[in-house]
């Protein structure tokens, strides 16, 4: 950044925004009135490493870490890892049929971006269709599922905050489909924010 030149966390800073969100977010992790300011310079000296440092995360076509779930394949773009836990970026393809079984996440949003395919996302008792192009945003607390068309597809999944890939390289190392059968997807879920619903 050039001399004179603001920052986002300079604006924020500015405007008494960043240090009362942080906290906001620091505290679905941390007792209640116990995030302190030692934490909140970490994590924005972190985030600030990780979106002003000038160091790229790039990921190149057929590379990015692959987990095999059975009908469905992961490509992890940017791991929780990578961004300091602030988000993780995958893209998901695989066959015609259910993708997972319905779960709720306590404590992460995810987003889909249809790249390939139709789909049919349940939200709660409400059934989404979406084809190429389309955005669906899964608020925490949410119960959902996944059905690829004919054909299969593909989607781009951002997962707030990052760390939630980690459940999947799990469900990778399982049999074939463990990620849509139950009982599996039960016991792993016990250690992940993916709890069967």
Not at 30 to 42: M, Q, T
Request: proline residues 6%; negative net charge; aromatic residues 8%.
């Amino acid at each position: 950044m050039s001399a004179g030149q603001a920052s986002f966390f300079d604006i924020a800073d500015a405007r008494g925004f960043q240090d009362g969100f942080l906290k906001r977010v620091l505290s679905r992790t941390d007792p209640p009135g116990k995030v302190g300011a030692d934490k909140v310079g970490a994590v924005k000296g972190g985030v600030s490493r990780m979106l002003l440092s000038g160091q790229a995360h790039a990921v190149a076509p057929g590379e990015g870490r692959t987990v095999n779930l059975g009908n469905v394949q992961m490509r992890v773009l940017a791991a929780g890892e990578a961004t300091n836990r602030g988000f993780t970026l995958a893209e998901f393809s695989g066959a015609e049929g259910p993708w997972t079984v319905p779960h709720i996440h306590r404590e992460f949003e995810e987003s889909f971006f249809v790249l390939d395919g139709d789909f049919t996302f349940t939200v709660g008792e409400r059934q989404v269709p979406a084809g190429p192009g389309s955005y669906i945003l899964m608020p925490r607390g949410t119960r959902h599922d996944i059905l690829a068309g004919t054909g299969g597809g593909r989607l781009l999944t951002l997962m707030v905050p990052g760390g939630l890939e980690e459940m999947f390289f799990e469900l990778g190392d399982l049999p074939a489909d463990s990620i849509t059968d139950p009982s599996v997807r039960s016991a792993v879920s016990a250690r992940h924010d993916s709890v069967p619903a």
